[in-house]
Each structure stands twice: as C-alpha cells, then as structure tokens.
C-alpha cells in the first residue's frame, strides 16, 4: 500500500517559519515526482511546489516563490516544504501527493490530476 504523510504544520505568525515533512512508503520514492498543494478555507485546492523525480527542476506557484523552497531526500523517503516569511493568506491545509507527471514541463508538475496518491494534509495557520 502506498502512504503519505505530512508532518510539520501549526500555528505560526506572520513573517515566521515552518517546515512540512512528506514521508512517501510503498512505492519507489525515487521514481516519482512529489508536489505540495493546499487548500484555504473557502477555496480550491491549489498547487504550491513541485519537485522533480530527479531533484533536478523545482516548481512554484507564483504567490510562494521566493518565500518556500520545496526539497526531496530519497534516502529518507521525504520531501520538506520549508516555508519562510509566512503570510496569513498562506493559512490552509497543506497536501503532500506523488505522481508522475506526463511531460517534464510546468503545466504538468503543477496539476493536481497528474499525482495519483495523496496524504492526510496538515494544518497550517498563519496569525497576523
């Protein structure tokens, strides 16, 4: 069985940081790109960062580029989304997913339908 779990969330003023762990089992982390997506309260689930199979590209919405850095660590079966200067409208339920996107190109690491398995999310709340 596949499983993802994301760690890592809480409460946190604005300008702070925090970072989420994605633990990947039951599949060839190696093999698979991952990706954080979230989901405010009242909106759509929206990509956040991806990272390549290979580590080799990195993927970020616009509105968390500069601010978050999405890494993966195959020995671990992990990936982190460390987040600085965290603003309250990146208050949301964060989602760690795997997949493989069709094409290595942008428009497919950063949909949703393009990652097959998903964690639990995790919270995160930022206070202004």
């Known amino acids: 069985q596949v499983q993802i779990i994301e760690t890592g969330g809480g409460l946190v003023q604005a300008g702070g940081s925090l970072r989420l762990s994605c633990v990947a089992s039951?599949?060839?982390?190696?093999?698979?790109?991952m990706a954080w997506f979230r989901r405010a309260p009242g909106k759509e689930r929206e990509f956040v960062a991806a990272?390549?199979?290979?580590?080799?590209?990195?993927y970020y919405q616009d509105s968390v580029n500069g601010r978050f850095t999405i890494s993966r660590d195959n020995a671990k079966n992990t990936a982190y989304l460390q987040m600085n200067s965290l603003k309250p409208e990146d208050t949301a339920v964060y989602y760690c997913?795997?997949?493989?996107?069709?094409?290595?190109?942008?428009?497919?690491?950063?949909?949703?339908?393009?990652?097959?398995?998903w964690g639990q999310g995790t919270q995160v709340t930022v206070s202004s």
């Open positions: 997913a795997s997949g493989s996107p069709r094409r290595p190109s942008h428009r497919f690491y950063v949909a949703s339908i393009e990652y097959d398995h």
């Open positions: 039951g599949r060839t982390f190696t093999n698979f790109a």
């Open positions: 990272v390549s199979e290979t580590g080799d590209n990195t």
